[in-house]
């Protein structure tokens, strides 16, 4: 059975940081390109941030570059968020994402269950 359980979600002031960790279990996490999105209220899920296989090449949302930065421990079977000089507009629940393209073609998806992050003073 697939699970992918993200913590590090708090309440934080404007400014501050948070990091977020995805820990992967019942798949082969190193085959997997991995993402983060987030959702606010009222609004539709959005890509923050992607890295890939094998070279960890990584890719950010316009309104993170330069904030965030992505990164995996496949030893760990763990990814990482760190999320500085946070806004309130970054308030949402962040999801992590596991997906890869099989050999047939076929996209594989699975999704954690989210973990809260709310910026205000």
């Known amino acids: 059975q697939v699970q992918l359980v993200e913590s590090g979600g708090d309440l934080v002031q404007p400014g501050g940081s948070l990091r977020l960790s995805c820990v992967a279990s019942?798949?082969?996490?190193?085959?997997?390109?991995m993402k983060w999105y987030r959702q606010a209220p009222g609004k539709e899920r959005e890509l923050v941030a992607g890295?890939?296989?094998?070279?960890?090449?990584?890719n950010y949302a316009d309104p993170v570059k330069g904030r965030f930065t992505i990164s995996r421990d496949n030893a760990r079977n763990t990814m990482f968020l760190q999320m500085n000089s946070l806004k309130p507009e970054d308030t949402a629940v962040y999801y992590c994402?596991?997906?890869?393209?099989?050999?047939?073609?076929?996209?594989?998806?699975?999704w954690g269950q989210g973990t809260q992050v709310t910026v205000s003073s």
């Open positions: 019942g798949l082969s996490f190193s085959t997997y390109a």
């Open positions: 890295i890939t296989i094998p070279g960890g090449s990584t």
């Open positions: 994402n596991a997906e890869r393209i099989t050999r047939a073609n076929l996209q594989v998806n699975y």
